[in-house]
């Protein structure tokens, strides 16, 4: 049991965020230098390949810059909101106490273990449900056919079309009221 927990401690945070983050910064070093993305921030990193420990009081730091660089616009993260992102932020300041307190999750006793698990899991869901590049797949029978077709689309994708969506109805509502005026 105990192992287990220290094992799931050791990479909560890191393993959900940095493989993410370590993919989004392959993708960006092979895009054209143009593509806008955050910058990267240091991360602790072992044979070129990040680390995804958050045992430590630095590489946890190391671990919430990376996050909030790609909680901006551009990010991996960027469509969480003002409450989600109060919510982590203050699940990272606890975490740092707990560091500022033990210094490491191997000085932690039980109860500031099962605190630091418990905030890593807030965050970690909130981190998954709003990934940009979280696959979400559906499927959907077209007019006309009785056979399924299953699409797949990134959360960024579905965002985006939703937001175009929102935007055409703006215009439209904007351009009825303009004609209304205009014909009497």
């Known amino acids: 049991m105990k192992q287990s927990i220290r094992a799931i401690l050791v990479f909560g945070i890191g393993a959900l965020a940095l493989q993410g983050y370590a993919q989004a910064q392959e993708a960006q070093s092979a895009a054209a230098p143009t593509a806008t993305a955050p910058a990267a921030a240091t991360i602790p990193q072992e044979n070129g390949k990040p680390v995804v420990k958050a045992d430590s009081k630095e590489n946890f730091e190391a671990i919430v810059a990376a996050i909030h660089q790609q909680m901006q616009p551009g990010g991996r993260w960027q469509y969480i909101d003002n409450s989600e992102r109060t919510t982590i ?20 006793d039980q109860a500031g273990k099962v605190r630091l698990l418990a905030d890593q899991s807030t ?20 007019v006309g056919s009785h056979l399924p077709v299953r699409t797949c689309r990134t959360y960024a994708q579905v965002q985006a079309e939703q937001r175009g969506a ?9 351009r009825g009221g303009v004609q209304q005026k205009s014909g009497h």
Request: aromatic content about 6%; some cysteine; glycine content about 8%.
């Open 89 to 108: 932020d203050g699940s990272f300041a606890d975490m740092g106490k707990l560091y500022d307190q033990f210094g490491s999750v191997d000085k932690m």
């Open 123 to 142: 965050v970690n869901a909130i981190l998954t449900k709003k990934d940009g590049d979280r696959l979400i797949c559906q499927s959907e029978i077209p």
């Open 166 to 174: 929102q935007e055409m109805m703006r215009e439209r509502a904007v």
